[in-house]
Structure formats: C-alpha cells, structure tokens
C-alpha cells in the first residue's frame, strides 16, 4: 500500500485535533524503535493502540492512529525483542483519514508468529512517540492446526464501556484463547445507539455506568461522529488488549450507519437526524469503518467489503456483505428480492466451487433463516412464510443451489446481528425448497450490548434449532450473562472442524465436531 506524500506546511496548517482520551491509557509500552528519531516530551501518541488484519500467507495490515500529522514507522521481527527487526515505513497520517493509517506489510514467511511495533515520528523527523506493540501469525499454507473466533455487535442499546465491571472483558477472554484469526460479523459500532452516563437496570439490579463521550452522546451524521464511534471502543483496554494480539477479517452491517438501512432510504419517521438520506450517511460511515480497521480495499472485490481469503489447505474464508446491495426493506415478498446482489451471489458461488480448501466458511453478517423484522417489513433473509422461497430468499435459494448443483462440500455458515447464539442445521428433508445439501449455521453475539431473542425459524429451508442460549427478558444487560463469542477449531491432520459456542468468559456452551465429506 502506497501513500502520496503531503507537503508539510499544508499538513501541520491543517492540524489534527487532539481528542480527550486521557482515560485510554494501559497500553502504551516502553521504549523506542531500534534506530528512531529521539522521543521528546511533546511526541505524538498512538493512544487507540494497534491492530492487523486481513493477514494472507505472507502478508498482513498494520494499523494504528496518531494524535496529530506525523508518519507511521513499522518494526517488524520473530520475537518479542525486535532482534533483527525490519522496518517499514508506513503511511503520513493527517487530518485526511482522521490520523489513522494502515501499511500491508509484505514479505513473510506463511504460518509465522511476527510481532510487530508501531512508531509515530514526527513531519520533521525529529521526534517519536512510544512504540505501541503487538502481534499477528501470517496464514498458513498447508494442514496446519488453525483456531478462529467469531462475533459481533459491540457498545448497543446503551451498554458501552463500564469501568466499574473492568470494561469488555469479553475481549480479554477471547485472547485468553489465542486464536488465529478473529472473524468480526458486524455491527463493529452503533453510530445510531447515544450512550447516556447512568442506565437503569431492570428488575432492581442495579445501575449500569458508562464512559461518554461528545461523539456518542449523540446519532453519528458526520464524518467525524463516525469516526468518533470506532474511536470510543478503543478506549477499552481489553478491546486494545484483542485487537494487538488477534488480526482480523473484518464486515459490516446497519448499525455502522443506522438501524436496518437500505441503499436510497430516507430516514423521515427519525426526528433524531437532520441528514435524512441513508446514502449519504453511509458513505461518511463507510468512510470511517475504512479508517478505522486494518481491511485492506484492494483485496475487496469491488474496493469496498466482499473478499476472500485462504487459510492453509483447510480453510477458506468468504467475507460478506450484505447490506450495500440490498434492496429496500419491504413487507411485499411476491417478487424476488436481494440481499447481495447479482455480481456478489455470482462471486460467492463461483468462489466457492473453485475453492480446494476442505472447509468453506462462509463469513455472514446476517443469518439465513432467523426472521429479523424491521417493523411490518422484513430486514434480513427470511420473510417468515411457508412455502417456496420469496423476497431475499430467492436470492439465497440460487446461492445454494448452485453448491449443491456443484457439489461442494463442507460449507459452513458464521453469522452474528441477533444478540444471542444458536447452531442452526438446515435440510432439505425438512424444507419447502428441497434443491440444497444440508448444512450448518452458527449464530453468536453480541460481544457487548444488550441480549435479546430467540427469532423465529423460518421454515423455507427446513432450519432446526439445535441449540439456543437465549435470554427470556429482551434488552438484558451484559451482566445477565447472556454475551457470546463462537470459537472454530480445524485439525490439521484430520480436517474435523469443532465448533464451540463460549460466553463472555470463555467456557463453552455447547459443541458440535464436524468430519469432513469428500467431493
């Protein structure tokens, strides 16, 4: 990834605005770059810490955020002591993306743990921030043992970071685990959920505090509101803690943007925003998410979100989006609808007879069968009808179709969005539409907002819900114990794949063992 070079007097005249993040803290380590400029006491800070992501078998994104105009300088190495380190020079950040910058670091062995160290220095090279560490494994190329993790749905319906319950700490325990790779299905914010200071729990439970801050004590509708989202989660040190120490394959979903958004929706019935145009919100929110997570665009089929990515001979992840293309939210289901679109559903299909990895994970930001209203109207797939497919379904209908028509075997579906988990097995036995193989599903979240659910199955494409953890009161708090993470392990010897449904302290809920078929 290459960046144009600014001249510094247009930078430093544009200035980039310090937030007040005194509270972040907790992650800044000790030291300086091997061979970087001397740190003085006005350096730049890197107080949103760092992240990776979008890691390929010799390759990764390194990201991080300086608190004014300054260049990003990478040290790359094997061990935690930087011998042998090599240095990357990374991007100028300035007020263009907000600070943030992000450098594909090329050249790695696959399969390798690398750790990594990020520097700010400043425009006239004269001084340097604290080196902010962590670390990342590049993909592997054969039948490695490989462990991913999987949620969504972060800081919803009032529940942000609470420093009297330590904050996130469903963060930490998914580091806890030392996976490989993190699968995030979305809703990585909610520019469209304000936090206030107090919330009252209900049933006499108590009181939730939270952090606030200017950005979310507000609907995001500007640029730097939305930025302002993604910056609130960060100043979580657990959230800090995963993000340098997992890489991750990164979706998005509504609340990025608003509640159940759809490409030309005017936002008339919410008083709450004076950009009435969806559109136009979601491109400054598409923005910001790009600013904010180390995903690399150019891998991006079409530069935005769908890509693919291999992981060894056992797995290959298909990342989806399925809310830029999507037809408007409607109660009318007579006629066929989209969720992904033409050139989307044609790439997933395609990729997936193509792939020769033994399992095809199929990385969603919305289930299949689960009914998600959106009012009177229908907001994800599933319309809740019996019978032959309509709406969105027909859509998912061909896209099934075609693997089994293909043969392919062993795909698995990973979705969050419903705040509660579930593994969903769907067969055509049990089907109104009977032109599929059978399949899994398998729903976890939120990692941390309030709880909710069980949806009702649809019963198009014969789902069974053979396991739910839900909670019985809707909107529970995150003490109520009902926050969840999915955890995926795949034998390299074997190519059984495990799935584990954790809650928020890592222990597992429920787990099923798949063995894989032969084409």
Not at 134 to 158: C, E, H, K, M, Y
Not at 424 to 430: F, G, K, T
Not at 445 to 456: S, V
């Amino acid at each position: 990834m290459t960046e144009t070079t600014p001249s510094r007097r247009s930078v430093l005249k544009a200035g980039i605005a310090v937030p007040a993040l005194a509270a972040a803290g907790g992650l800044l380590l000790p030291g300086s770059a091997s061979a970087a400029p001397l740190v003085r006491r006005d350096r730049p800070v890197l107080a949103h810490g760092v992240a990776s992501g979008d890691v390929t078998a010799g390759s990764g994104i390194v990201w991080s955020r300086a608190d004014r105009p300054a260049r990003l300088m990478v040290e790359v190495a094997r061990d935690p002591s930087f011998r042998h380190a090599r240095r990357v020079p990374g991007p100028f950040v300035t007020p263009a993306t907000g600070g943030t910058g992000k450098v594909r670091v090329a050249g790695l062995a696959p399969g390798t743990e690398y750790h990594y160290r990020v520097t700010a220095v400043d425009l006239d090279g004269r001084g340097a921030s604290e080196p902010v560490a962590g670390r990342f494994a590049t993909a592997p190329v054969g039948r490695a043992n490989t462990r991913i993790l999987w949620s969504g749905d972060v800081v919803g319906q009032n529940y942000g970071i609470n420093p009297g319950l330590g904050g996130m700490t469903i963060f930490s325990a998914m580091a806890d685990r030392r996976p490989d790779l993190f699968l995030h299905s979305g809703d990585t914010v909610y520019a469209d959920g304000p936090l206030t200071e107090t919330v009252t729990l209900p049933g006499g439970a108590g009181t939730w505090h939270n952090i606030v801050t200017p950005e979310k004590s507000k609907v995001a509708e500007t640029l730097d509101e939305y930025r302002g989202q993604h910056a609130y989660n960060r100043l979580d040190a657990n959230f800090r803690r995963f993000a340098a120490e997992v890489p991750a394959y990164v979706q998005w979903d509504d609340h990025e943007v608003v509640n159940n958004w759809y490409p030309g929706e005017i936002l008339n019935d919410r008083p709450e925003y004076t950009e009435k145009r969806a559109d136009a919100l979601a491109q400054r929110a598409f923005q910001a998410f790009h600013e904010w997570h180390p995903i690399d665009r150019r891998q991006a089929v079409d530069g935005r979100v769908y890509r693919s990515f291999r992981y060894g001979s056992r797995v290959e992840v298909f990342v989806l989006d399925m809310r830029t293309y999507r037809d408007a939210n409607t109660s009318d289901q007579t006629k066929p609808g989209h969720i992904l679109g033409d050139a989307q559903a044609r790439w997933l299909a395609d990729g997936l007879r193509r792939s020769t990895a033994t399992w095809k994970i199929v990385q969603a930001d919305m289930p299949i069968g689960l009914v998600v209203p959106d009012g009177k109207d229908i907001e994800a797939v599933a319309n809740g009808l019996p019978g032959a497919p309509g709406g969105r379904e027909t859509e998912l209908a061909w896209v099934l179709n075609q693997i089994s028509r293909h043969r392919v075997r062993n795909v698995v579906w990973l979705t969050a969005d419903v705040h509660y988990t579930a593994a969903h097995h769907y067969s055509p036995e049990r089907a109104a539409f009977q032109d599929f193989d059978p399949f899994w599903e398998f729903v976890s979240g939120p990692l941390n907002a309030g709880a909710f659910g069980p949806n009702k199955l649809d019963p198009t494409f014969g789902p069974e819900a053979v396991f739910v953890h839900a909670p019985q009161t809707q909107n529970s708090s995150p003490v109520q114990g009902f926050q969840h993470f999915g955890e995926v392990n795949v034998d390299g010897a074997s190519g059984a794949l495990t799935v584990d449904l954790r809650d928020a302290t890592g222990a597992s809920l429920w787990s099923k063992t798949l063995q894989p078929q032969r084409r």
